[in-house]
């Protein structure tokens, strides 16, 4: 079973990697869930995706959800993603909500 | 083309769906984005049937019609009558997070990305159209291209063939070699010094253009020689770097006639154990280089085809042409 949370903390990592595919983003969501118990300990949130292969709605619907539920003061980032990736996400809307840059630097 | 392509409808169906037709669009499609987008577009397509339609199976056709030069999808299941069509959710993808719904992402997308989409109920079965217009260069052109490498040296009576009967077959000639930086180089024949006009090199065929082609052929004489010339010891030759590139697409025929396999010497791994025939004159270099020697004429393994001598270059091409036309 694939893990996606790598850390948590005041930046708290996500590697997003392979295909995420309606079959797996259920599992990213289950995983994503306990974040926002913790999420006063949450300064931001990088979802890392240079090993992301493919995403769709279900995915990124996780993504909403945890910018949703951790709320405006954390920031939430994305990076490393490839052009056919970020194509999804400037299609939904969803890419002015996150910050996106090539490589995370604390 | 994928006709009718049966699957369970449940979400563990979706990750080989994807790749079976993921496989499928980039035979049609060259923009590694619009591949990602239809891909996405058949997934949310795939994920309504399997979420709503309470259908135990589904089936899926894509094809590439060519008048229209679009790609048509087709995704039937035996559920509930359902028209996602009529109830188009509003998406605006322009709102605050905070009131962003997570619903209907998926039609939005397929919606967006597809040119026309056709809903009906037929026979007890629900039937979703969804249609892409590609454009010139979203779409991967047919193979119609014949690449003939030449150098000084050449046999006349072999080049003069190739010169029109690739193109009296529909298919399309281009002659092609290392320019050193010139427009063009005038080269000249074996027998008669007969000049011979060469303006296209090789080395400027990227990945893409080389997918035009359907065969790439080391004639006779001496131009496998000559090109298997390389300045830096280091390195291969550039004649060997196109050709390792040519083997690694097992859809792009590789033609080796004659002294045309000195070429393969430096790059001797790509014909080891193919099964090949050689001039007389190149039996030692054939066992040096590992190739499983035939006796016979014109040899065909697979994606690679060769002839013993120049003096078989229209049988040989004859045979490339009907591999081609066969394909």
């Known amino acids: 079973m694939a893990t996606y949370v790598q850390e948590i903390g005041e930046v708290t990592k996500i590697n997003l990697h392979g295909h995420i595919d309606a079959s797996i983003a259920p599992a990213l969501m289950e995983e994503l869930k306990p974040l926002i118990e913790r999420k006063d300990e949450i300064k931001k949130l990088v979802f890392d995706a240079k090993d992301l292969e493919y995403i769709a709605s279900a995915g990124i619907r996780a993504v909403v959800f945890a910018k949703q539920k951790l709320g405006a003061n954390v920031e939430v980032y994305l990076i490393g993603a490839s052009e056919a990736i970020l194509d999804v996400f400037k299609m939904t809307g969803i890419d002015k909500f996150l910050t996106i840059k090539d490589s995370f630097e604390e | ?327």
């Open chain 2, 1 to 327: 083309m994928l006709k009718n392509l049966e699957s369970i409808a449940e979400r563990d169906s979706l990750p080989k769906l994807l790749e079976t037709l993921t496989n499928e669009i980039t035979q049609y499609v060259s923009d590694d984005k619009l591949i990602n987008r239809l891909k996405v577009c058949s997934e949310e397509i795939l994920v309504n049937i399997i979420d709503y339609s309470n259908s135990k199976k589904l089936w899926i056709s894509c094809e590439f019609l060519e008048a229209q030069k679009s790609l048509r999808f087709e995704f039937i299941d035996e559920g509930t009558p359902y028209n996602p069509l009529e109830e188009k959710p509003e998406v605006d993808i322009d709102a605050e997070i905070e009131s962003r719904g997570i619903g209907g992402l998926g039609i939005f997308l397929y919606t967006t990305i597809m040119d026309e989409l056709e809903y009906r109920f037929e026979n007890g079965r629900n039937h979703l159209i969804a249609i892409k217009k590609l454009s010139d260069v979203e779409m991967i052109k047919p193979r119609l291209k014949i690449g003939v490498l030449i150098e000084s040296d050449f046999y006349e009576p072999e080049i003069e063939f190739y010169s029109h009967c690739f193109n009296d077959a529909g298919l399309e000639v281009h002659f092609l070699t290392r320019l050193w930086g010139n427009p063009e180089l005038t080269f000249t024949g074996h027998e008669d010094r007969k000049p011979f006009k060469c303006s296209e090199s090789f080395e400027t065929i990227d990945q893409r253009q080389l997918k035009e082609f359907a065969a790439i052929i080391i004639p006779a004489g001496y131009t496998a020689d000559r090109l298997r010339y390389t300045e830096d010891v280091e390195k291969l030759p550039p004649a060997c770097e196109f050709l390792k590139r040519c083997f690694k697409d097992k859809k792009l025929i590789k033609g080796i006639i004659c002294h045309g396999a000195w070429l393969m010497s430096p790059i001797s791994e790509l014909v080891r154990n193919r099964k090949m025939v050689v001039h007389n004159n190149l039996l030692g270099d054939a066992k040096c280089m590992g190739i499983d020697y035939v006796n016979e004429d014109v040899v065909v393994d697979g994606d690679l085809v060769s002839a013993r001598t120049g003096g078989e270059h229209v049988k040989f091409a004859q045979k490339i042409i009907e591999l081609i036309q066969n394909r």
